[in-house]
């Protein structure tokens, strides 16, 4: 079938939803045998063992959104603490003789199909080159050298030092569990990790800018994922490629020039990809939209958020770093429970997009995503149905789709949130939750509503943007939970039409891509948790 990519994809979106009556495509049983290795391996390239953090970097919770000190060199030691809190482990846990590891970054069933590349300049300790991140072993894998010179230039063009991080997703990890609906869970997880690249970077003092006016075929030649011979449906598909940087000029070009690009083209890349399973399932339909939903190369504008202040009163006790290594999804809460109105002020307040203040201001575009709250137990506050709105152009057209009975009432000020209908919405928000009781039982769960048709058929890419978006606000969402003596969890498992029949929308101008939820967890008292890193000791 030969369709425009932009109908293609929708066609994608609409056949992955998720119906109480028909859920999206997949196995429908867990087959074990095939369980895809959540760790890929380039086996034969040099490995380089990176040290552990002996102390976090300073910084107190706000420090996740603006540098608190000046920038540390970039070196070895502190990229590899960079990688530490991004993309590391975050614990090992154990339940009765098997063990499994978490990492700092979440993933839809922990089955972490992002992938991290780095490309260096030359530092006392190593060659430049490019290199792949094994967060199980804390190791750099070195696929190809380079020199040091044609990363240089690189980074002349870019304006500024630092070096490339590039993220890759393998879909087969998601989809070997989720099916047809696992293209959205791997974009998400990019989302996830790229605001916990963005809060880590922070805690050295650097930024972080994502090169997104290059297409997915540079960043493929730059990873040198065309000159890998992966097994079929093992491939890691190009997502983005950043900048980690300590400032460099104003307004930096998010692209690297078609001759740079070319360079890094003729490289030989060496290592080769670990088998992740022995049998695989060909979920067609996503090879499809990851086809259409591909990047040309863009000419971007980044956008100005303004200024508006952030509210900071409640900022937590925590160090940021503290609050990185905490993140955990709930499984249970603690349905007594509810939360201060100033502390669920303040989480929503970090979501919003301001200049130069983290994870938004990586660079990726305009803001799309709003939120739609179930208000279940928060002092001081009705329960009841909420709008938070993340980009105020578009609350107009949102008032004009969604129900007419809404009250659109003003909260509080300085806070662009509202109440649309008070009332308890418990069961409602677990049932569009796929029945998960989650949804119900916390402080407030929500959904991620995107602006979507129209932007799909302008840029379908953005297909993907959008979901990288939603799961950004997932990673703020989760930290906020644990600055603020709570926790989440990431929901993508919805019923997608149900949520849009609440809000009375009828069309595909407005999609939800995500739900998260927040409260007190209970913790499953049969797991035991070890330290991220036991399996190293004495290295
Ligand atoms: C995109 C995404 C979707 C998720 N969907 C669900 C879900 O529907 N239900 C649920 O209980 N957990 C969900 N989770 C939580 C994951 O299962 C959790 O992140 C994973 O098990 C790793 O555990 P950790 O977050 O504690 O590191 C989701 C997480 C992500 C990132």
Redesign the pocket.
């Known amino acids: 079938m030969n369709l425009l990519p932009a109908e293609g994809l929708l066609r994608y979106h609409e056949e992955t939803k998720h119906h109480p009556e028909r859920y999206a495509r997949a196995l429908g049983y867990m087959d074990w045998e095939n369980q895809p290795d959540p760790f890929r391996r380039y086996e034969g390239a040099p490995v380089l063992d990176l040290p552990l953090l002996a102390q976090d970097p300073p910084g107190g919770h706000l420090a996740l959104y603006e540098p608190a000190g000046a920038s540390a060199p970039i070196t070895f030691a502190n990229i590899a603490g960079f990688l530490e809190l991004s993309m590391g482990l975050?614990a090992l846990k154990q339940l009765s003789g098997s063990r499994w590891a978490?990492?700092m970054n979440?993933?839809?069933?922990?089955l972490h199909p992002t992938e991290t590349h780095l490309v260096l300049p030359r530092m006392p300790g190593g060659s430049a080159g490019i290199y792949h991140y094994t967060p199980l072993r804390h190791a750099l894998e070195r696929r190809a050298e380079l020199s040091d010179d044609l990363v240089q230039r690189a980074l002349s063009c870019l304006g500024a030092d630092g070096f490339l991080a590039g993220l890759t997703s393998i879909f087969w990890r998601e989809s070997w569990k989720y099916g047809e609906r696992a293209f959205r869970?791997c974009n998400?997880?990019v989302g996830?990790a790229l605001a916990g690249m963005r809060f880590a970077a922070n805690l050295f003092g650097w930024r972080l800018t994502c090169l997104t006016g290059l297409a997915d075929e540079a960043v493929e030649a730059v990873l040198g994922l065309r000159r890998t011979r992966f097994l079929p449906q093992e491939e890691e598909h190009p997502d983005l490629l950043c900048l980690v940087h300590s400032g460099g000029r104003g307004s930096m070009p998010q692209t690297l020039p078609a001759e740079l690009v070319a360079e890094f083209a003729r490289i030989e890349f060496a290592g080769r990809p670990n088998p992740l399973s022995r049998e695989h399932v060909d979920w067609e339909i996503i090879g499809r939209a990851a086809e259409l939903s591909r990047k040309p190369a863009t000419v971007d504008t980044p956008p100005t958020f303004g200024g508006r202040g952030m509210i900071q009163a409640d900022d937590s006790a925590l160090s940021a770093a503290a609050i990185i290594r905490r993140r955990?999804?709930a499984?249970e809460f603690d349905r007594r429970r509810g939360i201060p109105r100033s502390h669920f002020f303040a989480m929503l307040d970090k979501t919003t997009p301001r200049d130069g203040i983290s994870p938004f201001d990586a660079g990726l575009g305009e803001p799309f995503v709003h939120l739609m709250i179930f208000v279940h137990q928060v002092e001081g506050l009705h329960p009841g149905l909420y709008f938070f709105s993340r980009n105020d152009e578009h609350l107009p057209e949102l008032r004009a789709l969604t129900r007419p009975e809404f009250a659109w009432q003003p909260v509080e000020p300085g806070l662009t949130l509202f109440l649309l209908q008070p009332g308890d919405f418990r069961q409602t928000a677990a049932m569009v939750s796929c029945h998960?009781e989650?949804a119900g039982a916390g402080a407030f769960s929500l959904g991620m509503l995107a602006r979507f048709g129209e932007v799909v058929r302008r840029e379908p890419f953005r297909y993907r943007h959008l979901f990288w978006e939603s799961?950004m606000v997932?990673q703020v969402l989760y930290l906020e939970a644990e600055a603020h003596g709570v926790r989440g969890?990431?929901?993508?498992?919805f019923f997608d039409d149900a949520v849009h029949e609440l809000l009375g929308l009828s069309d595909d101008r407005y999609q939800s891509l995500?739900h998260f939820t927040v409260g007190h967890p209970l913790e499953d008292p049969r797991l035991t948790t070890l330290p991220p890193y036991a399996h190293l000791r004495g290295r």
Do not use: E, K, V
């Open positions: 975050s978490l990492r979440p993933s839809s069933g922990n869970y998400h997880d996830h955990r999804s499984t998960q989650i799961g997932g969890t990431g929901i993508g498992c995500y």
